[in-house]
């Protein structure tokens, strides 16, 4: 069946294939006729790869894939004879090709023109291709989605989605999809993408090289079409470009299957497990809601009041403001069993003045020296344009010797926090430095931030004692899973309409005065609106609530809503959504977010503030929801996300395994009760056990 059906290909449970060394069916391929014929060195046929009628045909688990060289056109024939399309030619042709040669269980060949090599070659049953330039240059390929059997795409745009091809929505300009281009380094949580076929056919595509990659979406005949772009930079040591390409059982998850498995082939999988072995303090997020406090929420006496109500695990940040956590708050917290963690940012410098903010404060010699430069020699402007975003790069080349990250952790953990919340690191903004003085590419870029993470995780950052910290940052891009125990971010489907809607300004610009505060700003101190104020749609002036209704469709609808993130990476780090959408913030959600939490064993996250009128009712729904959350993260926090369902026809029914049948989650989206379970409610149960009820309505207001 397609994904329409209540009962699509994924209710064969992915824990069956786990026996298997990848969850994937072979990529295979048929010759089509009229396809434009290479230069080639005749057929042959080594190793099993054949080059024929100017066609490459590769064998791979299951069949045979085929190439056209002269297009790129990619096509499959599956190992029960049925034909399908995997990439259309590229969208601007490479040229015409070189000789095709074979060697081992590959083959190559060029585009003199475009100044362009290609390999093809098999590996762990995907068929991967790689382009490499001699020059710069771009290409628009792969082609995805454009075989007629097509019913879905998955992106993993937060969380994830799977969208129906011909779903009006996504096909209009209400959803801001079609038209618009993603960048994979930075605005997808994981660099892969998917395609359900039906009849029990998928097709997943991976780009490992993702830096200077991205992927752009279309509208053709009222179908969802994707097509990648890959910039091959000499000056950003980007001029090889790969791409995996399999066939899947067509499950909603299964692009993120295949890369949890390309992650563990390569030895990029981390392991929430050894992370808890190596540093015990990491294991206090089994079962733990994530808030920021504020006020007297963040003094012993607050962390008691916690307590009383039966928090027994959270983990709580505050800003390293000039108001911080103290010793003896902190010593409660730990006392509580608590993680508690300083904000912090090694992104941002700027002028020391009265408004500076504390993390944009650096010692002398930092700003301006240490920023970005563009091409013009410029600074990277950094957030909301104040000063620069600063090179790792400089910090990498000074740190041996001035210790600037290093004091500035010691000094943010001096009152005793075992954790840090270190922003942006993990996000995925790389930037290519052009100062002479601590030049840098993005891939750098990267490798730094990985390196001063791991640091901070290890506690080699202090070259005086080992003191390991749990670490957190924001929106983490997949390629951080190893350093990280967790990331605030990742769990949010980011609609754009969300920065307007955050900072007030929808037709304004920044400099103006906004044109619809709903929102809330940075006031009142002790527990600012923008955190704090809940807002609804209805609040919004009325040129805006489209839009804004529009925005929360696309961020939370579970009917396109899939656990991509989850399935790649539950069991390496634990994910929660943006520190600035605290549960409170949306009241319409709540129920719809209570449920994914609950149905994706992810924690929820709350801002805490005595100085809040909503407080008690926000601390109270915290008890409440952790009390019934906290033994399924403990038992399966640390598992693989082995199975994801719908059960009904119109998705609002779901269903989630972890860890091979540790945690069997059904929750209804819906209304109407299915198989005994009422709308708005979830069932769980661990192994051996009955099935615990929640239903968010009955606790949250």
């Known amino acids: 069946m397609d994904t329409n059906s209540g009962k699509s290909s994924i209710a064969r449970p992915l824990r069956r294939r786990a026996r298997r060394p990848l969850l994937v069916l072979a990529v295979t391929t048929a010759l089509a006729a009229g396809l434009t014929p290479a230069a080639t060195a005749g057929p042959a046929h080594v190793d099993g790869v054949r080059v024929q009628n100017g066609r490459v045909e590769v064998p791979v688990a299951g069949g045979t894939a085929t190439i056209d060289p002269a297009t790129l056109r990619i096509d499959a024939r599956t190992d029960d004879g049925r034909t399908l399309r995997v990439s259309d030619p590229a969208a601007d042709a490479p040229g015409r090709p070189g000789r095709v040669t074979t060697s081992g269980r590959g083959a190559q060949w060029s585009y003199p023109a475009r100044g362009l090599r290609a390999q093809v070659r098999v590996e762990h049953g995907r068929l991967l291709v790689t382009l490499t330039a001699d020059r710069d240059t771009t290409l628009a390929w792969p082609v995805t989605g454009s075989d007629p059997a097509s019913s879905a795409l998955q992106l993993p745009r937060g969380e994830g989605l799977s969208l129906p091809v011909g779903d009006p929505f996504w096909n209009s300009g209400r959803a801001q999809l079609v038209g618009s281009e993603e960048d994979m380094a930075s605005q997808l949580t994981l660099p892969a993408w998917g395609y359900t076929l039906g009849g029990g056919r998928g097709v997943s595509y991976l780009a490992p090289t993702d830096i200077d990659t991205s992927l752009g979406y279309a509208s053709r005949s009222g179908r969802l079409r994707t097509t990648a772009k890959h910039t091959f930079s000499g000056g950003n040591a980007t001029r090889v470009y790969t791409v995996a390409f399999a066939l899947t059982d067509g499950s909603p998850v299964a692009p993120a299957v295949d890369y949890r498995h390309w992650l563990a082939e390569h030895g990029q999988l981390g392991s929430l497990s050894d992370k808890i072995r190596r540093n015990p303090e990491t294991g206090k997020l089994l079962g733990?809601?994530?808030?920021?406090?504020?006020?007297?929420?963040?003094?012993?006496?607050?962390?008691?009041?916690?307590?009383?109500?039966?928090?027994?695990?959270?983990?709580?940040?505050?800003?390293?403001?000039?108001a911080p956590m103290k010793s003896e708050d902190v010593a409660?917290?730990?006392?509580?069993?608590?993680?508690?963690?300083?904000?912090?940012?090694?992104?941002?410098?700027?002028?020391?003045?009265?408004?500076?903010?504390?993390?944009?404060?650096?010692?002398?010699?930092?700003?301006?020296?240490?920023?970005?430069?563009?091409?013009?020699?410029?600074?990277?402007?950094?957030?909301?344009?104040?000063?620069?975003?600063?090179?790792?790069?400089?910090?990498?080349?000074?740190?041996?010797?001035?210790?600037?990250?290093?004091?500035?952790?010691?000094?943010?953990?001096?009152?005793?926090?075992?954790?840090?919340?270190?922003?942006?690191?993990?996000?995925?903004?790389?930037?290519?430095?052009?100062?002479?003085?601590?030049?840098?590419?993005?891939a750098q870029d990267r490798a730094n931030r990985l390196a001063r993470m791991g640091r901070l995780t290890d506690g080699t950052y202090d070259g005086t004692r080992s003191r390991p910290l749990v670490l957190g940052s924001e929106s983490a891009g997949a390629w951080a899973n190893q350093v990280l125990a967790f990331d605030h971010g990742s769990g949010t489907p980011v609609d754009g309409r969300l920065w307007p809607m955050e900072n007030g300004h929808f037709d304004s610009a920044p400099d103006q005065p906004k044109d619809d505060p709903a929102w809330g700003g940075y006031m009142p101190q002790g527990a600012p609106d923008t955190f704090f104020k809940p807002v609804r749609v209805s609040d919004f002036k009325a040129e805006h609530r489209a839009a804004v209704a529009d925005a929360l469709k696309a961020m939370y609808d579970p009917a396109y809503r899939v656990p991509l993130y989850e399935t790649a990476l539950h069991g390496s780090l634990i994910n929660v959504e943006r520190w600035e959408l605290p549960f409170g913030k949306l009241p319409e959600e709540k129920t719809t977010r209570a449920l994914l939490a609950m149905l994706y064993n992810t924690p929820l996250n709350f801002v805490l503030s005595d100085k809040d009128r909503n407080d008690e009712q926000n601390v109270r729904e915290l008890a409440s929801l952790q009390r019934y959350f906290a033994p399924l993260h403990q038992a399966a926090g640390t598992k693989e996300l082995t199975s994801f369902d719908w059960l009904t026809s119109d998705r609002t029914v779901q269903r989630t395994v972890f860890g091979n049948g540790t945690l069997t989650v059904t929750a209804n989206f819906g209304s109407a009760a299915h198989d005994g379970l009422p709308g708005g409610c979830v069932d769980a149960a661990l192994k051996g056990g009955k099935p615990q009820r929640l239903c968010p309505a009955d606790v949250v207001a």
């Open 332 to 442: 409660a917290a730990t006392k509580a069993g608590y993680l508690v963690g300083p904000y912090d940012s090694f992104a941002n410098g700027r002028d020391k003045g009265p408004d500076t903010p504390p993390n944009s404060a650096w010692p002398d010699g930092v700003y301006p020296s240490f920023c970005v430069r563009r091409a013009d020699g410029s600074p990277q402007p950094g957030f909301h344009q104040q000063g620069c975003y600063l090179s790792s790069q400089a910090f990498e080349q000074a740190e041996q010797q001035r210790h600037l990250l290093a004091d500035r952790t010691r000094s943010l953990v001096a009152a005793g926090a075992s954790s840090y919340f270190l922003d942006v690191d993990a996000a995925g903004e790389l930037f290519r430095d052009h100062d002479a003085g601590h030049p840098m590419t993005m």
């Open 288 to 322: 733990a809601f994530h808030a920021y406090t504020w006020g007297g929420d963040r003094t012993a006496a607050g962390i008691e009041h916690l307590k009383s109500l039966g928090i027994d695990r959270l983990w709580l940040g505050y800003d390293a403001d000039d």
